[in-house]
């Protein structure tokens, strides 16, 4: 890419590095950067810095945050009794965002991939048993929200054998259509769970 | 957004700004910085400052680079007695990627746009008029490389008219209909302008 200078080539090659960020958009980025004002560039800089340097895991949830709790964790008004386990912050904020859940959450980084032999020491699961058995706190159910892949189901199913014998509710998300949802668009497995777990009207 | 972190939202709303990132992709994207190793970011942003701050116009054709000279007007090999006129840096790489060309461009960094009132001093066409005039180095040809948009074709009618009296051989680059694309999915002005200039066999 010598037809651009050595900068500009510099600057699209490490944003060519993020993911989905192609060479086009690379480029339009690295214009739009070169043409930003100076103070906008060295702000943006100095968020990624700081931002990537003051985040840490919650000590309670293990989400990402920047505090040693984080806002769900340290709110009075959240219910403290339910836990959500979700797999990372993402979805975390997915279920934040429809407002319908006022419990506190669980994030596990990651899941059990049996397949390449990760297991619950890799993930922030160990952090999850602790928690439940402070008697401070007491859980009185734990709402399974890992994603419904293999590894999701996995996880939700090893986490339920673990933690049934403490005799804490542990319950599953609904998996099935989507609301809205075309079925001839929706795969197989979905339709058919979606058909095993049909229920009675 | 008060489910992330101060420091996570002030990154999200960051990279928001920047052209063709929706939420969906700050989100990704911040998420995927915070996990980067502290080094790549530091890089990254030290990336973004350094390009910001290097890059200037280069003195001969205006394009954006970080030396006096562009790579390609510093060039020995190239032929500097043909000029082709380009609206920005970006078409000047997409005609450099041919590999085809191999005379010198000219930048103008934008068009005349008549209906804002955004004229010759506005962009960087007296740069092109100063440079045709030195005797040290003749041109033989102006090549009108400007978009077949109707500030692009304004533009180059505006060069066009200007510079004739040179005597200076001035000539617009073919539009018609791109090769491989299918006459059902292009515009009409297109294919009566390939019509009209429709060539003999």
Redesign the interface.
């Known amino acids: 890419?010598?037809?651009?200078?050595?900068?500009?080539t510099?600057?699209i090659e490490?944003l060519r590095r993020?993911?989905?960020?192609g060479t086009k958009?690379a480029?339009?980025?690295?214009?739009?950067?070169?043409n930003?004002p100076?103070e906008h560039?060295?702000?943006?800089?100095?968020?990624?810095?700081?931002?990537?340097?003051?985040?840490r895991y919650c000590k309670e949830c293990c989400t990402?945050?920047?505090?040693e709790l984080?806002?769900?964790c340290a709110s009075k008004v959240r219910d403290h009794s339910t836990i959500m386990v979700v797999e990372?912050?993402?979805d975390?904020?997915a279920y934040?965002?429809t407002g319908q859940y006022d419990g506190v959450y669980h994030v596990l980084q990651g899941t059990l991939v049996p397949s390449l032999g990760k297991g619950p020491d890799d993930i922030r699961y160990r952090e999850l048993e602790k928690r439940i058995q402070d008697p401070d706190h007491p859980v009185r159910e734990i709402i399974l929200a890992t994603n419904s892949s293999l590894d999701g189901e996995a996880t939700a199913m090893y986490i339920t054998k673990k933690l049934k014998p403490t005799g804490i509710r542990i319950t599953r998300i609904a998996s099935g259509v989507p609301i809205g949802g075309e079925l001839e668009y929706i795969d197989e497995v979905t339709l058919s769970r979606a058909l095993i777990r049909r229920i009675e009207l």
């Open positions: 890419m010598n037809y651009y200078s050595t900068q500009i510099n600057l490490e993020l993911p989905g960020i958009s480029e339009r980025l690295a214009f739009h950067i070169i930003m100076k560039v060295n702000h943006l800089a100095e968020t990624l810095i700081e931002a990537r340097s003051k985040i990402l945050t920047d505090d984080c806002p769900i990372s912050t993402k975390l904020a934040e965002k």
